[in-house]
């Protein structure tokens, strides 16, 4: 608020010996304007959203009938991609034989080719890729893979912990693949 100083003598005298009237002082209280300053401020903070959340796309599978028919996919239309570590990518399409032929070795520069061709060969539908992380797996590896789906329009695909058949099959062939590399 604002206020005036009118403490001065009362009539309007002019003449000599007449003492020249005082200059009227303002004064603006700025209380006010701290507080409106104020309520400004907290409105904008709580107003202000600070960081978006970031969240990753999925695509979940319809309800089934049957909560045993969830999950099932055509043998012919699943690739399942196993994460070892030092980058090493191994993969078989169907199911797993007991002599472990359909196994087979790759790398992330190659993986992109190796699912480009099984998303050509196999109906949309049908095409599921199962992703299976080791435990040497690092989680960079995991994000790459799943990247590749992205890249590659895959939309049908599972993270699955992997079993231990599988992270059998990985040690070895990774141990095979050391042993090659220090002989030559």
């Not at 700025?30 to 107003?47: E, R």
């Not at 030092?86 to 007991?98: A, P, R």
């Amino acid at each position: 608020m604002a206020e005036m100083d009118t403490s001065s003598g009362g009539g309007h005298k002019k003449g000599p010996g007449v003492k020249k009237g005082k200059k009227l002082s303002t004064r603006v209280d700025l209380t006010p304007m701290v507080d409106l300053g104020f309520l400004l401020i907290t409105f904008f903070i709580f107003t202000t959203t600070m960081s978006q959340a970031t969240a990753m796309r999925l695509f979940l599978p319809k309800d089934a009938d049957k909560p045993e028919d969830q999950n099932k996919a055509k043998e012919s239309g699943v690739i399942t991609l196993l994460l070892g570590k030092d980058n090493n990518v191994f993969y078989y399409e169907g199911s797993l034989d007991n002599t472990a032929s359909n196994f087979k070795s790759s790398n992330f520069h190659d993986i992109r080719t190796v699912l480009m061709d099984k998303k050509r060969r196999t109906p949309e539908t049908d095409l599921v890729v199962v992703i299976k992380p080791s435990d040497e797996c690092t989680y960079k590896n995991v994000v790459d893979i799943l990247d590749e789906m992205t890249i590659n329009i895959l939309k049908r695909y599972a993270l699955v912990d992997i079993s231990s058949i599988e992270a059998q099959l990985v040690a070895k062939s990774e141990e095979n693949a050391a042993a090659a590399s220090a002989k030559n």
